[in-house]
């Protein structure tokens, strides 16, 4: 019988990585003056989860380390260790270690062993400094370490029962079913009887004869697929089950053992206990590539549904009637079906926000200042593959802000400000667009020096440009107004690659600065990559799609409308100019276009942008499914992707953002 172990390794570095992610926030916010009993115990289990999973599939590198690490949590939480700052920032640091050794094995690449040893040399100095002598943490062999943790975490522990102090304890290997209850486990020196895979219950009430190492030394059920080595003996039980898919309970009694005398150490602080809730009977773990299929079949349904509805315009009487109105019930479920499967690719933008406490700690102590992180909207849901892209911008976006825009702690109380400078993350859905904004209390942008850059590198800048023109120049490749080269910024490698990375998903960026007062960056992302609804238009011969959320209105201008300032065309409309474009001469169509009085002109906004679109004709609203271009033509400035109509043509979908850049509009040339 061949088992498919990839489903379990799956399962182990999820899980293990939200491990990791609980021990971080949990220390990031311990108090070293008064720990919370409760949080000690947390960051303690999810050490140990970590380490049970390990030493099943043999991930030693994990294994050890956190031995080591769970060694100095189990002091501290039973107050023979005083926590220190010293002692967290270790506790951090190896908190990175393990998570670049879980990346090594899920990538199956080679392990830094040295990295490895630097993390447990550490640790182990803590607890040589405790006990006055060297504390290398010998590792235990695969089966102590289980200690009858499940692992996989398949049952749950049964509130309240003492846990025995055993070795394997009847562990079925994978846990698939639950012990009998009732049962008395005793302690062995050696493996017990097993059935391999645990597919069947022990039998009530029957206790398991104690065997000695001679005897049962190659047990022919235990280990038979090799998990597990020869346990040495006991040693206590530290944890409930690693990951909790399913209860487990147990009635055994708990030996006594011989503990080093308790240290003063500071008593952990005590919260009310919680009432544990279980979600895992509610929900399943699915591979997003399933999820995208199921997108992408949704998709064709949608391009079938427009085909059907062209089919349905040509049909006529009765039949005809009918058809339609099952064409519209079929668009109806298409589009719940859509909103559906797209809410399951939505995660919480907290998935990336949850990194930036601890880069903000660790970067403001690197440049001695001092710096509070708000974090605001954290629920905002964003498409999961919008968010894998979106770290390294906000990455970005947030070191510059800690090294360029708070200042130093002279300069923030020389311009009569507190000490502590304000980092505001914040995240909101607004219309058809997911905004994320970084927001500093710090000097703010210096126009003069951005200027005096972009002329030295040779840009063409206009010294009147307005300042959110003005602010745009530091997008460009290799613009940097640092004065001196850090290992935080100042080589201008960056920011052009911030855009870039938001482009690439159809995203914007605003800035908005004030002297002295400190600067806000407006991330704008669309609420989904997949299908959107889009306004059909016609130019010669060619069809265009225009994203319905960002069109303003559309209409058919007057003579009198049309206006000339400074050689750039512009529509006068809703009390404001609007800069124009020709789509026609965008896209280079060298059909002949009709005159701007004949044309139709859509009015589009995204962000602050506003201007108008010149086309030939409207065709009509409709459902349209996003295909990337990137895989067979080259980047083109204006168009994001395109769509297959209903009647098999290709229209192509415009990027509202990037079809107008910064510059001015010439004059429009129109037949």
């Known amino acids: 019988m061949s088992v498919d172990m990839n489903q379990f390794h799956t399962v182990f570095f999820e899980e293990s990585q939200e491990h990791l992610q609980t021990m971080e926030e949990l220390l990031l916010n311990i108090s070293t003056d008064a720990p919370d009993a409760e949080d000690l115990n947390s960051i303690f289990r999810a050490a140990h989860s970590i380490k049970g999973g390990s030493g099943i599939f043999g991930f030693d590198a994990l294994t050890g380390l956190t031995h080591v690490m769970e060694t100095i949590l189990d002091r501290a939480r039973n107050n023979e260790l005083e926590l220190t700052t010293d002692i967290v920032d270790v506790l951090l640091a190896t908190t990175d270690t393990l998570g670049d050794i879980l990346q090594a094995y899920q990538d199956e690449s080679e392990i830094n062993w040295l990295q490895i040893e630097e993390s447990k040399a550490a640790l182990e100095s803590i607890l040589s400094a405790e006990d006055g002598e060297s504390a290398s943490a010998e590792l235990p062999p695969a089966a102590d370490i289980i200690e009858q943790d499940d692992s996989f975490g398949f049952f749950d522990d049964a509130p309240g029962q003492p846990e025995a102090e055993i070795v394997t304890q009847d562990d079925d290997s994978f846990g698939f079913f639950d012990d009998a209850p009732g049962q008395p486990q005793q302690a062995?020196?050696?493996?017990?009887?097993?059935?391999?895979?645990?597919?069947?219950?022990?039998?009530?009430g029957q206790s398991q004869a104690d065997t000695t190492a001679s005897e049962t030394k190659h047990d022919e059920n235990d280990g038979s697929f090799g998990f597990f080595t020869e346990p040495k003996p006991a040693q206590p039980i530290k944890d409930e089950d690693a990951y909790g898919?399913?209860?487990?309970?147990?009635?055994?009694?708990?030996?006594p053992t011989n503990k080093p005398p308790a240290r003063a150490a500071k008593p952990p602080a005590k919260k009310p206990a919680k009432t544990a809730t279980k979600n895992d009977a509610s929900s399943i773990r699915v591979e997003t590539t399933k999820i995208d299929t199921v997108v992408n079949l949704v998709g064709e349904m949608v391009i079938t549904q427009s085909i059907l509805s062209m089919i349905g315009d040509d049909v006529e009487g009765n039949t005809g009637e009918k058809l339609s109105g099952a064409i519209d019930e079929l668009s109806r479920n298409i589009r719940e079906i859509q909103e559906a499967v797209m809410s399951m690719r939505m995660i919480p933008v907290s998935f990336v926000f949850n990194r930036f406490p601890r880069l903000v700690r660790d970067l403001a102590k690197t440049l001695d200042k001092k710096i509070d992180l708000i974090i605001e909207g954290g629920e905002t849901e964003v498409d999961k593959s919008m968010i894998e892209k979106l770290a390294d911008p906000l990455t970005h976006l947030v070191?510059?802000?800690?090294?360029?825009?708070?200042?130093?702690?002279?300069?923030?109380?020389?311009?009569?400000?507190?000490?502590?400078?304000?980092?505001v993350l914040k995240a909101e859905q607004r219309g058809g667009n997911i905004l994320i904004s970084i927001q500093d209390d710090g000097g703010g942008l210096n126009r003069d020096k951005i200027l005096e850059?972009?002329?030295?590198?040779?840009?063409?800048?206009?010294?009147?440009?307005?300042?959110?023109?003005?602010?745009?120049?530091?997008?460009?490749?290799?613009?940097?107004?640092?004065?001196?080269?850090?290992?935080?910024?100042?080589?201008g490698v960056g920011m052009d690659v911030v855009r870039k990375n938001l482009e690439a998903i159809q995203g914007g960026i605003d800035i908005v600065s004030v002297g002295g007062q400190g600067s806000t960056f407006t991330i704008r992302l669309p609420l989904t990559l997949a299908i959107i609804d889009g306004m059909c238009v016609s130019v010669g011969s060619e069809t265009y799609?225009?994203?319905?959320?960002?069109?303003?209105?559309?209409?058919?201008?007057?003579?009198?409308?049309?206006?000339?300032?400074?050689?750039?065309?512009?529509l006068w409309s809703r009390d404001q100019y609007w800069p124009l474009i020709s789509l026609r001469e965008q896209m280079q169509i060298d059909e002949p276009g009709k005159s701007i009085e004949n044309s139709i002109i859509v009015l589009v906004e995204i962000g602050k942008k506003r201007y108008g679109i010149i086309v030939?004709?409207?065709?009509?609203?409709?459902?349209v499914v996003i295909k990337s271009l990137e895989r067979h033509y080259k980047k083109v400035d204006g168009l994001s992707g395109a769509t297959i109509m209903g009647d098999g043509r290709v229209a192509m979908i415009i990027d509202v953002d990037n079809l107008m850049k910064n510059e001015p509009i010439n004059q429009v040339g129109l037949a």
């Open 188 to 204: 062995t020196n050696s493996s017990e009887e097993d059935d391999g895979f645990g597919f069947f219950d022990d039998a009530p």
């Open 245 to 255: 898919f399913f209860d487990q309970e147990k009635s055994s009694a708990t030996t």
């Open 399 to 423: 070191r510059n802000s800690l090294d360029h825009g708070i200042e130093p702690l002279e300069k923030r109380l020389a311009a009569g400000k507190p000490e502590t400078g304000t980092v």
């Open 453 to 491: 850059k972009a002329l030295s590198n040779g840009l063409d800048v206009d010294p009147k440009m307005p300042d959110e023109d003005i602010w745009q120049l530091i997008f460009a490749p290799g613009f940097s107004t640092a004065e001196a080269v850090t290992d935080v910024s100042g080589r």
């Open 545 to 570: 799609i225009i994203p319905l959320l960002n069109i303003i209105e559309s209409l058919q201008p007057k003579p009198e409308q049309i206006k000339t300032l400074a050689n750039d065309t512009m």
């Open 616 to 623: 030939d004709q409207l065709l009509g609203k409709q459902q």
